[in-house]
């Protein structure tokens, strides 16, 4: 979706890397939300943000930390960068639509973790 | 825990036949549940909700059922069509609790000609 747009699309580094992944939304949603997905694994939720400088951990957040200074984005830091980090990330934005929070998601960031 | 689960890893249905996907979760505090589709090298799209209130919504050729005492729903696509082969993710949501959105492992669907 042209309102969510995930950076970088692909990235290969280093074990023990920091990493950023940014996610950038123009539709003004409050909330947002990081997603990896692993085979065998579907999408599990690592952290997630219900307003500006509002984030809360989600299933897998052991290893990452987030940030949110302004609607418009969310990133996605790991620190130290492990293998076991690889994965395809995605981030989505929603609000409450007629009760249910339904989330666009961005196109995904495939991240690789050497 | 896994709070939402789908059990079926995949599933392959003739063209023009009815395709059921199930989702069962474990959680009674869930108030919505949704439904994503996913190609690959995309990003999982909305395709229907229900209410926890609620035991059936219909959209179009999707259609969501609810039962909430066997802690249980499915999605029914009616005819099935060579564009739903996909992966189909079911979703949950507790909004009185907290502002997860807890989603199942998934299940590809694979329409046969």
């Known amino acids: 979706d042209a309102g969510i747009t995930q950076s970088p699309r692909h990235k290969v580094t280093e074990t023990g890397t920091p990493v950023t992944l940014r996610c950038h939304q123009t539709?003004?949603?409050?909330?947002m939300y990081w997603y990896r997905q692993d085979p065998g694994h579907g999408l599990r939720l690592i952290h997630y943000?219900?307003?500006?400088?509002?984030?809360d951990k989600g299933e897998v957040s052991d290893g990452y930390s987030v940030s949110r200074s302004k609607t418009e984005d969310f990133l996605l830091t790991l620190e130290s960068a492990t293998s076991s980090q690889t994965s395809v990330y995605f981030c989505?934005?929603?609000?409450?639509?007629?009760?249910?929070?339904?989330?666009?998601f961005g196109a995904g960031s495939r991240l690789t973790v050497l | 825990d896994q709070q939402v689960k789908q059990n079926s890893p995949s599933l392959s249905v003739q063209e023009g036949r009815i395709s059921i996907l199930n989702c069962d979760y474990t959680?009674?505090?869930?108030?919505?549940f949704l439904w994503y589709k996913k190609y690959p090298a995309e990003g999982p799209t909305f395709l229907i909700s229900?209410?926890?209130?609620?035991d059936k919504n219909e959209d179009g050729r999707f259609t969501v059922f609810l039962n909430k005492s066997a802690k249980h729903l499915s999605l029914h696509i009616v005819p099935s069509q060579p564009g739903d082969s996909a992966v189909y993710f079911c979703?949950?949501?507790?909004?009185?609790?907290?502002?997860?959105?807890?989603f199942g492992k998934g299940t590809r669907l694979h329409i046969l000609p």
């Open positions: 979703a949950a949501s507790a909004e009185t609790r907290d502002d997860k959105i807890i």
């Open positions: 539709e003004n949603h409050r909330y």
């Open positions: 229900i209410s926890s209130i609620k």
């Open positions: 959680n009674s505090m869930f108030d919505y």
């Open positions: 943000s219900y307003g500006v400088k509002d984030t």
């Open positions: 989505g934005a929603g609000g409450l639509s007629s009760g249910a929070n339904v989330l666009t």
